[in-house]
């Protein structure tokens, strides 16, 4: 029984993630895409213009808006790089040290370049306080996310 209660402890982004395969081939030229435009501005520099300029020119079959493939459910489905996150009133709280640190996503569309195997995602996007309106990687702590929505999307291939 104390297993079980340990079991049930663990982050679930976790317990998702530790049997996951290989990325799908659309996911892994959007992070192709994305990677090469690392400190260059896409479009206007919107968070958005990433998103769109990857799935555009992968061919991705999407809604042109704010549907960018298939929603998943991240908490038991696995979360690949190339996967792309729209972020709703989210609050980051984590501790390192004897220091606080805290981060806010109001409305923000990143692309999801790398899973740690702790559960925590690299994001690879733009418009952001660290990078600008260029493109970087920073780290999105998912378990320590204390308030907000995050939809996981992933990309479909066109039917066309």
């Known amino acids: 029984m104390r297993y079980l209660i340990l079991f049930l402890l663990l982050p679930m982004s976790s317990i998702a993630q530790q049997d996951c395969d290989e990325a799908p081939a659309l996911n892994q ?16 520099g919107e968070c958005w213009d990433l998103a769109q300029m990857v799935l555009d020119e992968s061919g991705a079959d999407w809604d042109g808006y704010e549907e960018f493939g298939e929603l998943i459910n991240h908490k ?20 390192e040290g004897k220091y606080t640190y805290e981060e806010e996503m109001k409305h923000h569309t990143a692309i999801v370049h790398e899973v740690k195997a702790d559960g925590n995602i690299v994001l690879i996007h733009q418009n952001t306080g660290q990078h600008g309106r260029k493109v970087g990687t920073t780290l999105f702590r998912i378990n320590d996310m204390k308030k907000g929505k995050i939809m996981v999307y992933r990309p479909k291939e066109s039917t066309e």
């Open 76 to 95: 038991s489905e696995c979360i690949y790089a190339g996967d792309i996150i729209q972020f709703k009133n989210v609050k980051i709280t984590w501790e």
């Open 29 to 44: 030229r959007i992070v192709e895409l994305a990677t090469d435009k690392i400190n260059k501005k896409v479009g206007t």
